[in-house]
């Protein structure tokens, strides 16, 4: 609720974001990335200017190389809302690429950055066409 909260807030939330994130510990920093995804829906993206919207798109592409995973999925979570060359080859990149798997209890080996990545692909493609 809170980062939902944030997100609306625009211009000075996303400084704010973006000034704690170079030291911020690998839990907030996953916070930080689900924020910024957030803050990519269209309902949070307008209150934001293009130079912001550029630095939100820097900091989405920045985010898939994060090592935390779910960091990652935030990420691409983020730039499915942001339609570029740019978001479209790092997701794909991350669709087919990246390692991160979890074993289910019924023994199934799942991707979730991929699947996230998959997913974020489609609406990427979508949007282009």
Same mark, same amino acid.
């Given at each position: +609720?809170?980062?939902?909260? +944030?997100?609306?807030?625009?211009?000075?939330?996303?400084?704010?974001?973006?000034? !704690?994130?170079? @030291?911020?510990?690998? $839990? =907030?920093?996953?916070?930080?990335?689900?924020?910024?995804?957030? +803050?990519? %829906?269209?309902? &949070? *993206?307008? &209150?934001? =200017?293009?130079? @912001?919207?550029?630095?939100?798109?820097?900091?989405?592409?920045?985010? !898939?190389? %994060?090592?935390?995973?779910?960091?990652?999925?935030?990420? *691409? $979570?983020?730039?499915?809302?942001?339609?570029?060359?740019?978001?479209?080859?790092? *997701?794909?990149?991350?669709? =087919? %690429?990246? @390692?991160? &798997? !979890?074993? =289910?209890?019924?023994?199934?080996?799942?991707?979730?950055?991929? %699947?996230?990545a998959v997913k974020a692909l489609l609406s990427l493609t979508k949007t282009q066409n």
């Amino acid at each position: +609720m809170a980062i939902t909260v +944030m997100a609306g807030f625009g211009e000075a939330a996303l400084s704010e974001a973006l000034n !704690v994130l170079p @030291s911020a510990d690998i $839990q =907030t920093r996953h916070s930080l990335f689900r924020l910024f995804s957030r +803050m990519a %829906e269209p309902r &949070n *993206v307008v &209150n934001l =200017t293009a130079e @912001s919207r550029s630095s939100l798109l820097s900091v989405l592409l920045a985010g !898939v190389n %994060e090592s935390n995973p779910f960091s990652r999925v935030a990420a *691409v $979570q983020g730039l499915a809302h942001l339609p570029s060359l740019a978001a479209i080859e790092a *997701v794909g990149r991350l669709a =087919t %690429e990246d @390692s991160f &798997n !979890v074993v =289910t209890p019924a023994g199934t080996v799942r991707f979730p950055v991929r %699947e996230a990545a998959v997913k974020a692909l489609l609406s990427l493609t979508k949007t282009q066409n």
